[in-house]
């Protein structure tokens, strides 16, 4: 994706609230590529890693209230990146204020918070979009399109397994594996086999840890596609990977490494490499990083729903509680 070149004046200011390691790691480097926007300001209550994310993306104020740098600012966007427990008074604050709002995943602690937030992003008027950008990721966005030349998707499966127990929780406890950070598989599910969850059989387990740690679930969507849900956090090792099919045609993807299309029974497959389809090797790009915060802030510009906006991802949420309550016997 090219970069865009502006003057100062057309530019988009945006604000930042937060300089933990996903901001530094990813979302950071994405926007400070972008030609036409201004980070004007950075908030952050940790004062030694406020000053050197400031200093390395070139922030020019920095605050320790973010209701004053937004006072002071005035900023056309913010990006408010913290734990799901800390954001949800920042983004209602952030909306109310009527400023655009770019948080990420999961979209608070639960369906509850994401549809009172996505409720506030509705009665103020502005953009409001959550990061799960696994909807963005270049690799998976060119294998979808190939399989969707032959027709919708019939059958997807989204396996996303770890070795991390036998504590199950994040952040001390204040949120559950599967809302927290599982939810990408589910949202990755939704996402491929569109339209709403009409019927869910799940099964959530505990394996050796001190709460549930795993999680499947069999998922029919009104478009007729089944979906296939694997999450397990007591695995040998991390891998995030999906299935595609539809009409003599499937796609399998892990973006960490490669994907293959394979085509009417053939045994050779079309490979797909992650840094080529994203045209560039930084992980921000070959992650889809840099394309759903492109595309958040061309939907600031243009006033567009984002694809992943907050009441979208409710749906995300709702579906799931409906895995933890729609446990098969």
């Not at 009409?247 to 490669?258: F, K, L, R, T, V």
């Amino acid at each position: 994706m090219k970069r865009r070149s502006s003057s100062k004046r057309d530019q988009m200011k945006v604000a930042l609230i937060g300089a933990g390691g996903m901001a530094n790691l990813v979302h950071y480097p994405s926007l400070s590529e972008m030609h036409d926007i201004e980070l004007v300001g950075l908030c952050d209550l940790d004062a030694q890693k406020l000053r050197a994310t400031a200093e390395r993306f070139h922030i020019p104020r920095t605050y320790l209230d973010y209701r004053q740098m937004l006072d002071e600012l005035k900023p056309h966007a913010v990006y408010a990146l913290m734990p799901p427990h800390q954001v949800f008074d920042i983004a209602i604050e952030v909306m109310t204020r009527k400023h655009a709002l770019f948080i990420e995943k999961p979209p608070g602690l639960n369906a509850f918070q994401n549809r009172q937030m996505a409720l506030c992003a509705q009665r103020s008027g502005v953009i409001a979009m959550c990061g799960f950008q696994r909807r963005y990721i270049p690799l998976l966005d060119a294998l979808r399109k190939k399989v969707e030349q032959r027709g919708r998707i019939h059958t997807a499966v989204v396996t996303f397994v770890k070795c991390s127990y036998p504590i199950a929780s994040y952040y001390n406890g204040a949120i559950d594996i599967l809302s927290c950070d599982a939810v990408h598989a589910v949202d990755t599910l939704r996402h491929l086999c569109g339209g709403e969850a009409v019927s869910v059989a799940g099964d959530v387990r505990n394996l050796g840890a001190d709460d549930n740690n795993a999680f499947y679930a069999i998922v029919k969507f009104s478009t007729g596609a089944t979906g296939i849900l694997q999450t397990n956090w007591a695995c040998g090792r991390r891998f995030f990977r999906v299935e595609m099919h539809a009409q003599g045609i499937s796609a399998y993807a892990d973006p960490d490494e490669s994907g293959i299309l394979y085509k009417d029974g053939k045994l050779e497959g079309e490979h797909f490499d992650p840094a080529e389809c994203a045209g560039n090797t930084a992980d921000w790009h070959r992650l889809g990083f840099f394309d759903e915060n492109r595309h958040f802030i061309d939907c600031v510009k243009s006033g567009k729903t984002p694809v992943s906006n907050l009441a979208d991802t409710v749906k995300t949420m709702e579906l799931v509680d409906r895995i933890y309550h729609s446990q098969i016997q």
